[in-house]
């Protein structure tokens, strides 16, 4: 009789997440058998929930697994699986790829245009993810060394580090001395990167949130000013930078009102990403923008990246701020994330 462990599922479309037991999976060639020790709850997570059925049983049918932010300890290596030891304690990189295509062998697996075509699919999102006792990881180039890092404090990192990380260094060449940035949202990705801007630009960061309490923690975590997130806050933006705006404008909510202001908030020639999935939609068009502005879209982020936000974790350079739920409390901890009550990040230890 096969052993069994708990998960953290997604059952029923329209439902919380519930406790299910599996069999315990074994890893077949190439693949390495994790004995998980932390799982990130994550937006994304809760935007699949919120969609109709006939979107998830098209992408994501369920029921399926939680959790696309792992980390744990090598357990059992496949046949023909090298690259990493029995014991050792890993982050597991998220969007896998076919690992062969241009993109790939350059690290962008998040790029993957194969990954689709071949049923390749990142954990949690797809494939069995971290919200289990144990978790199949594909292959070993998916696991980035945690060395003496807590694995609770530093399993956010793959996502709500990592995409921030991503999305800053394509705009470094505009945050020199004397540039401003102003950041959106000070929840799980947001807090990362007020830090992630303050360890490797030279800018003046100004967030903007609804909440009181979250402009509190964005002051705790390195903003220079914070503001109301509404269109009061062009005014403040304008006034600090000389009428200009600032030079790179970075949206972790997405939603149309904060989707809206990105325009307004941003200097000629200057970047705005959007990185919040709230659903909001920017019409681009001639003079909707300022002039020379770019605009992205980043998703995720590479496997080098990653390996540089450990590093940076490892030099005491970023924290991820956290509450920690056990999976028996996976479902309240997502309805804290709804709530927007959670300070940072919530993780789930098995």
Request: hydrophobic fraction near 45%.
């Amino acid at each position: 009789m096969s052993e069994m462990m708990k998960s953290l599922q997604y059952v029923t479309v329209g439902e919380p997440p519930r406790i299910v037991e599996v069999p315990k999976p074994k890893p077949g060639p190439g693949e390495v058998l994790l004995k998980v020790t932390a799982a990130g709850v994550c937006h994304s997570d809760e935007f699949i929930m919120s969609l109709p059925e006939e979107i998830v049983m098209t992408r994501w049918p369920v029921p399926f697994i939680l959790g696309h932010e792992g980390a744990g300890i090598v357990a059992e290596l496949g046949e023909g699986a090298t690259g990493a030891s029995i014991g050792d304690s890993v982050l597991v990189y998220g969007p896998w790829g076919c690992g062969r295509c241009s993109y790939c062998v350059k690290g962008d697996e998040m790029l993957c245009p194969v990954a689709v075509r071949e049923k390749i699919a990142p954990p949690g999102l797809g494939s069995p993810g971290a919200m289990a006792e144990y978790m199949i990881v594909d292959s070993t180039r998916h696991l980035v060394p945690l060395g003496d890092l807590d694995p609770v404090a530093s399993v956010s990192l793959t996502d709500a580090a990592l995409t921030p990380y991503h999305a800053i260094k394509t705009s470094l060449p505009k945050l020199g001395a004397g540039s401003t940035v102003v950041t959106i949202g000070a929840g799980g990705l947001g807090h990362m990167a007020i830090q992630i801007l303050k360890a490797i630009t030279g800018a003046t960061v100004i967030t903007l949130d609804i909440a009181a309490d979250k402009r509190a923690f964005a002051k705790e975590m390195g903003a220079d000013y914070v503001f109301d997130s509404n269109p009061q806050a062009v005014e403040e933006v304008k006034r600090l930078t000389g009428g200009v705006g600032a030079n790179v404008v970075l949206d972790f909510v997405g939603i149309q009102p904060t989707i809206e202001l990105m325009p307004q908030l941003v200097a000629p020639g200057g970047d705005i990403q959007l990185i919040g999935i709230g659903n909001g939609v920017l019409p681009i068009g001639f003079e909707s923008l300022p002039f020379d502005t770019n605009f992205r879209g980043p998703y995720w982020g590479a496997i080098p990246d990653l390996v540089e936000v450990v590093e940076m974790a490892k030099r005491g350079q970023i924290k991820v701020e956290f509450e920690a739920f056990s999976l028996d409390d996976g479902a309240v901890a997502y309805e804290r994330l709804h709530a927007g009550t959670l300070r940072g990040r919530a993780v789930i230890v098995p």
